[in-house]
């Protein structure tokens, strides 16, 4: 899923698996750590890397991205737990426009293929 945000405020509630996100540029300008405010409930340890093969996914776990879809190359990857808990809540607030892609299994979504669709502004993409 992907959605074209200016300044704005997400909240993001993971449903016990593992899901990704991924803040990418927007009208060919670099989107920079400091362009994001992230506050997690319950708080656990993150942190932000340049998306480009072979990063690790998350930061408690050595499972890498090998193949990169040049939409997704040098994006700001969080790079969070691998199973936050249940309901655990991320608040985005980005400080520049940006496109952000969050993504998950298909075989195992947690609800979010039922999730997003509802939402505005957010388009299923395949890569």
């Known amino acids: 899923m992907k959605a074209r945000i200016n300044r704005i405020v997400l909240p993001v509630l993971f449903a016990g698996i593992a899901a990704i996100l ?3 540029t927007c009208e060919n300008r670099p989107l920079m750590k400091d362009k994001v405010n992230v506050i997690v409930t319950p708080d656990f340890r993150f942190r932000f890397v340049t998306m480009q093969s072979g990063v690790i ?3 408690d776990r050595e499972y ?3 193949y990169i879809p040049e939409e997704l ?3 700001l990857l969080f790079q969070g737990i691998h199973r936050p808990v249940k309901e655990t809540g991320i ?3 980005l400080l520049q426009p ?3 892609y969050f993504f998950f299994q298909n075989s195992w979504d947690g609800g979010y ?3 997003f669709p509802k939402l505005q ?3 299923k993409c395949v890569f």
């Open 22 to 24: 991924l803040l990418c």
């Open 57 to 59: 996914q998350h930061v």
């Open 64 to 66: 890498t991205y090998d």
């Open 73 to 75: 190359e040098n994006g």
């Open 91 to 93: 608040k985005i607030e």
């Open 98 to 100: 940006a496109i952000i």
């Open 113 to 115: 293929s039922e999730i």
């Open 121 to 123: 502004d957010w388009k």
